[in-house]
C-alpha cells in the first residue's frame, strides 16, 4: 500500500511538474513584454483604453510585428542606409559604440552559425582531469584564438546545474572531446535535472518514469527492467 502510495505521488508530480512550470514561464514571459511595452503605446491607439478589462498577450502582438516591420525596413536600400547613419553616430560615442559593437557581432555569430551552433553535444574534461562535463559545440576557433591554441580546436561551451543559461567557454583540441549520440534537447534535461533524467528514462510513460525513479531511491530494478549484470537464460540443450 505504501508502495503504491509513493508511485502515485511520484506519477502525480512527474504530470504536474511540466505543466506548471510550462504555464509559469510563459505567463512570467508574457507579462514581462506586456509590462514593457504597453506604457509605449500612445494612449489614444491602445485599445485597453476603450475596453474594461485588459489584454494579455497584447504586448507580445505588438512586439512581434514592431520587429517583423523592422526586419522588412533594414531589408531595403533606404532601410539600410538609415541603418548605417545611425551606426556612425553611435560609433563617435566611446562607450556605447563598444557595448553595441559586441551585441552585434554576437547576435549576428548566433544567428548566421545557427544551423551548426549547438547541434553537437560532446564530453570534454573538465574541471579537472579524470572528471567529465556535458558540454555543446558552439563554433571552431577563429582569429586570435585560433592562432593561439592551433588548427582544429573548436569553443564549447559548459553550462552550469540547474541553470544552464551560465557556464564556462572552453576551447580545446577536436581530438581531447568525446561526440555523444544524445540530442540537444536530451542534454539540457540531463543538465537541469542534476543528472537524475537520462536519455535511457526518456519517453518512458509518467507511471513507468516514477517507477524507475522509485526503483532507483530503493535500489531496486524497475518492473519490465533488467539489470546490465544479469545473466541470459541458459540453454536447456546445452544442459545435458
Known amino acids: 500500500m505504501l508502495r503504491w502510495l509513493r508511485n502515485s505521488f511520484l506519477t502525480g508530480v ?26 509605449l503605446i500612445p494612449e489614444r491607439y491602445n485599445p485597453e483604453s476603450y475596453l474594461p478589462f485588459a ?18 525596413l533594414a531589408a531595403n536600400i533606404f532601410g539600410r542606409t538609415l541603418i548605417d547613419v545611425g551606426e556612425r553616430i553611435l560609433n563617435t560615442v566611446p562607450l556605447v559604440r563598444n557595448v553595441y559593437g559586441a551585441v552585434k557581432q554576437i547576435a549576428t555569430t548566433i544567428f548566421s552559425d545557427r544551423q551548426n551552433s549547438f547541434k553537437e553535444v560532446v564530453l570534454v574534461e573538465f574541471p579537472t582531469k579524470g572528471s567529465y562535463a556535458v558540454g555543446f559545440v558552439t563554433a571552431p576557433a577563429r582569429g586570435e584564438v585560433k592562432k593561439g591554441v592551433g588548427e582544429d580546436t573548436i569553443g564549447i561551451f559548459v553550462p552550469t546545474t540547474p541553470n544552464p543559461t551560465s557556464g564556462f567557454l572552453l576551447y580545446t583540441p577536436r581530438s581531447r572531446v568525446t561526440p555523444l549520440s544524445m540530442s540537444v534537447e536530451e542534454a539540457a534535461k540531463l543538465i537541469i535535472s542534476f543528472g537524475l533524467v537520462s536519455p535511457e528514462t526518456m519517453g518512458l510513460s509518467p507511471d513507468a518514469s516514477s517507477e524507475a525513479i522509485a526503483a532507483e531511491m530503493s535500489g531496486k530494478t524497475p518492473r519490465g527492467q533488467g539489470r546490465g549484470d544479469a545473466k541470459p537464460p541458459a540453454d536447456p540443450s546445452q544442459s545435458e
Do not use: E, N, Y
Open 55 to 72: 489584454l494579455p498577450g497584447l504586448g507580445v502582438v505588438i512586439a512581434v510585428l514592431a520587429l517583423t516591420l523592422l526586419g522588412a
Open 14 to 39: 512527474v504530470v504536474a511538474l511540466p505543466v506548471t512550470v510550462t504555464i509559469w514561464l510563459i505567463f512570467t514571459f508574457v507579462t514581462f513584454v506586456d509590462q514593457t511595452v504597453k506604457p
